[in-house]
Structure formats: structure tokens, C-alpha cells
């Protein structure tokens, strides 16, 4: 992967020009990752996504800055040059660098661990944690709804959908129009199951 060290210039960078930057970054780091569902889309399109909810709802850069990276940490450690949060930090600064580590799953714990712990550390967070990590969950609730990883039974996609409520709980208060949208995806996931009931 090709190097996009620009710490001496982020003093002068625009706002965008950052923002395209961190999703260049997430693009080459996700270039070969597919999303579990179905339509096997393409991994960056949920960071943009992210990223894009972060931004129509008013977060801080921060949070959408990290919205775009959130998963490089998690999904490269298996790369010939995994992204560390050392990386992060040269490129996008200690700031990002945060709320990045704030919102990446410790993944030499068993999965139910790293749920738990989720749900457990949600209302510990900073603001723009807590607003990444509800961003990543509408995210992902549109996606198990629309288009869920194979082998996914009904049953499978419910609990996801009640536990990504329980982790959504410790999330809310900091920006009522994320807490909206979240309400309204989770009610919209729950109706789109219970058709297929």
C-alpha cells in the first residue's frame, strides 16, 4: 500500500481535502474486502456510509474522519502491512487516532467477549466514539436487513438486531438526530424482519 504521510501540511489542509484524504486511505486499506451480505458490495462502501450519516447529522470532523477509518485497524490485521495505531496517528493525529481505537473490537478476544464488552463500554466513550459507533450500527442494521451475510438465519439476524439496540442504549444522548436515525433504523430492521417471519 502506498505511504500518504502529510503531517507537516494537515496545518494547512482543508477540512475537505482531509476528508478525502482518510477516505482514500480506507479505499486502498479495504480495496480487496467484500461485505458478508448477499451482494458481496464492496467493504468501503459501508466506511463511506458511515462517514456520510456522521456527516449529514452533524458530527464533529473527528468522529467522520473516523467514521472513514474505523475498520483499517481490525480488517488489515491479516495484510502483508497491517495498519497500526501508530499508523493512524502519524497520518490523521492522536485525536482520530482515538476515537479510531475507541471503536475497534480487540479481536484476540472470542467474539461474544468482544459483544459484551461492547455493550459494557458503550456509555464510556467520548462524544465522538459514541457518535462513530452509532453511525457504524445504522450502518450495519440497514445492512443485515437488506442484504445479510450468508448463512444468516432469521433467528441470527434478530438477536444482532437486539443486540446492537443494547450497545445502542449506552450511545445515545449526544447528537438527537443520530439517536432519531438509529431509532428509526432499528424499528425499520424489526418490521422488515417480522414480514419475513
Given at each position: 500500500m502506498d505511504t500518504i504521510a502529510i503531517p507537516d501540511t494537515a496545518r494547512t489542509e482543508t477540512p475537505a481535502a482531509r476528508v478525502l484524504r482518510a477516505a482514500t486511505f480506507a479505499a486502498r486499506v479495504h480495496a480487496t474486502h467484500k461485505r458478508k451480505g448477499a451482494s458481496a458490495e464492496p467493504y468501503v462502501?459501508?466506511?463511506?456510509?458511515?462517514?456520510?450519516?456522521?456527516?449529514?447529522?452533524?458530527?464533529?470532523?473527528?468522529?467522520?474522519?473516523?467514521?472513514?477509518?474505523?475498520?483499517?485497524?481490525?480488517?488489515?490485521?491479516?495484510?502483508?502491512?497491517?495498519?497500526?495505531?501508530?499508523?493512524?496517528?502519524?497520518?490523521?493525529g492522536e485525536v482520530v487516532a482515538g476515537v479510531v481505537a475507541e471503536a475497534t473490537?480487540?479481536?484476540?478476544?472470542?467474539?461474544?467477549?468482544?459483544?459484551?464488552?461492547?455493550?459494557?463500554?458503550?456509555?464510556?466513550?467520548?462524544?465522538?466514539?459514541?457518535?462513530?459507533?452509532?453511525?457504524?450500527?445504522i450502518s450495519n442494521l440497514r445492512a443485515i436487513a437488506a442484504s445479510p451475510p450468508a448463512g444468516w438465519d432469521h433467528?441470527?439476524?434478530?438477536?444482532?438486531?437486539?443486540w446492537a439496540g443494547r450497545v445502542a442504549a449506552g450511545l445515545r444522548g449526544v447528537n438527537p438526530a443520530l439517536d432519531a436515525l438509529f431509532d428509526a433504523t432499528y424499528r425499520d430492521a424489526v418490521a422488515r424482519l417480522a414480514q419475513e417471519a
Open positions: 462502501n459501508h466506511v463511506l456510509e458511515v462517514a456520510a450519516i456522521l456527516a449529514a447529522h452533524g458530527a464533529p470532523e473527528e468522529a467522520i474522519l473516523a467514521g472513514l477509518l474505523h475498520d483499517t485497524v481490525e480488517d488489515s490485521d491479516k495484510d502483508p502491512e497491517p495498519i497500526t495505531h501508530e499508523r493512524l496517528v502519524m497520518e490523521f473490537d480487540d479481536k484476540t478476544l472470542p467474539k461474544e467477549v468482544r459483544k459484551a464488552l461492547q455493550v459494557k463500554h458503550a456509555s464510556k466513550k467520548t462524544d465522538a466514539a459514541k457518535m462513530l459507533k452509532l453511525a457504524d450500527k433467528a441470527r439476524r434478530l438477536e444482532y438486531i437486539g
